[in-house]
């Protein structure tokens, strides 16, 4: 599967975004669906997960209660709301698949750069 991530920019601190990712090239509702994130000098960290119906979601303690992620498997796109927007978000999102039971995430965006002013 091929995913194409986007929505990411410049953003103050205690703003909103809103990340899209673009699935394509096979049956999406069969992934679970994950967002991930590399600030400058880290390590990539997990932010979100989606079960392939959309019902179970899963957040890192960090974005919990500010982030929401979602998907529309008509659409074949996974997105990641993002609100009250901190400096520490900074970072490159990336979006992720898995096969429903597998788990490691195979597949992987290019990312979208989301930077927060203070």
């Known amino acids: 599967v091929q995913l194409q991530a986007s929505g990411g920019g410049l953003v103050q601190a205690g703003g909103s975004l809103r990340l899209s990712c673009a699935a394509s090239?096979?049956?999406?509702?069969?992934?679970?669906m994950g967002w991930f994130r590399q600030a400058p000098g880290k390590e990539r960290e997990f932010v979100a997960a989606?079960?392939?119906?959309?019902?179970?979601?899963y957040y890192a303690d960090s974005v919990k209660g500010r982030f929401t992620i979602s998907r529309d498997n008509a659409k074949n796109t996974v997105y990641l709301q993002m609100n009250s927007l901190r400096p520490e978000d900074t970072a490159v999102y990336y979006c992720?698949?898995?096969?429903?039971?597998?788990?490691?995430?195979?597949?992987w965006g290019q990312g979208t750069e989301v930077t927060v002013s203070s």
């Open positions: 090239g096979r049956t999406f509702s069969n992934y679970e």
């Open positions: 989606i079960s392939t119906s959309g019902g179970s979601t």
């Open positions: 992720s698949a898995r096969l429903a039971g597998v788990l490691q995430y195979d597949y």
